[in-house]
Nanobody, 127 residues
């Protein structure tokens, strides 16, 4: 079992920055694909960014490319999401997730393929 705990959300003005953290326990996540998703009220959970340590590759949704950066700290068993240039449309509940499939060399963007999820952290961007 893997337990994920997100933190770092909050209220920020348009153009501001936040860094989200996702601390994992119960398993060493350094060999697993990690990803960030978000979900706004009444909308589906959507992929934002993911990192595959086996291929050293990162993937980003077009909506956040150039503004968000995913990073991992294996010593802390933690994955981060640095978010810059925030917009009101970035307002959502943000989740991190673990993909247990270690056969893939890429990053899967479908939420239902991820086995473990945190409880989420709220990000609100005011205009």
């Amino acid at each position: 079992q893997v337990r994920l705990v997100e933190s770092g959300g909050g209220l920020v003005q348009t153009g501001g920055s936040l860094r989200l953290s996702c601390a994992a326990s119960g398993r060493d996540i350094s060999s697993y694909t990690m990803a960030w998703f978000r979900q706004a009220p009444g909308k589906e959970r959507t992929f934002l960014a993911g990192v595959n340590p086996r291929s050293h590759s990162e993937y980003y949704a077009d909506s956040v490319k150039g503004r968000f950066t995913i990073a991992t700290d294996n010593a802390k068993n933690t994955v981060y999401l640095q978010m810059n240039g925030l917009k009101p449309e970035d307002t959502a509940l943000y989740f991190c997730a673990v993909d247990e499939n270690r056969a893939s060399s890429g990053v899967r963007s479908t939420a239902r393929l991820y086995e473990y999820w945190g409880q989420g952290t709220q990000v609100t961007v005011s205009s």
